[in-house]
Nanobody
Framework: QVQLVESGGGLVQPGGSLRLSCAAL????????MGWYRRAPGKQRELVAA???????TYSDSVKGRFTISRDNAKNTVYLQMHSLKPEDTAVYYC???????????WGPGTQVTVSS
């Protein structure tokens, strides 16, 4: 059974930084595309960043240059380092795991990120 456990959310002032972590249990981590999505109030869930087991990373235009996704296959963990946070980054952030070649998504419960002064 796949289990994704997010941590690292919280309240931060504009311009600040946070690092989210997602530990994945029950999967062969290196075979999975790992990603971060977010859902802001009143909006649909959107892709923030994703990384495959090799070198491919994808970022939404709104976070390019500010956020960095990385993964540690030895720890079965994916990270999202966020810098220069803006109020519009406020959202619930969800960890996602999708086996390479599959369309089935596994989701974590989400972690709240609030950017406010």
């Amino acid at each position: 059974q796949v289990q994704l456990v997010e941590s690292g959310g919280g309240l931060v002032q504009p311009g600040g930084s946070l690092r989210l972590s997602c530990a994945a249990l029950g999967i062969v981590f290196s075979l999975y595309r790992m990603g971060w999505y977010r859902r802001a109030p009143g909006k649909q869930r959107e892709l923030v960043a994703a990384t495959t087991g090799v070198t491919t990373t994808t970022y939404s235009d709104s976070v390019k240059g500010r956020f960095t996704i990385s993964r540690d296959n030895a720890k079965n963990t994916v990270y999202l380092q966020m810098h220069s946070l803006k109020p519009e980054d406020t959202a619930v952030y969800y960890c996602n795991a999708r086996r390479t070649g599959s369309t089935y998504d596994n989701w974590g419960p989400g972690t709240q990120v609030t950017v406010s002064s």
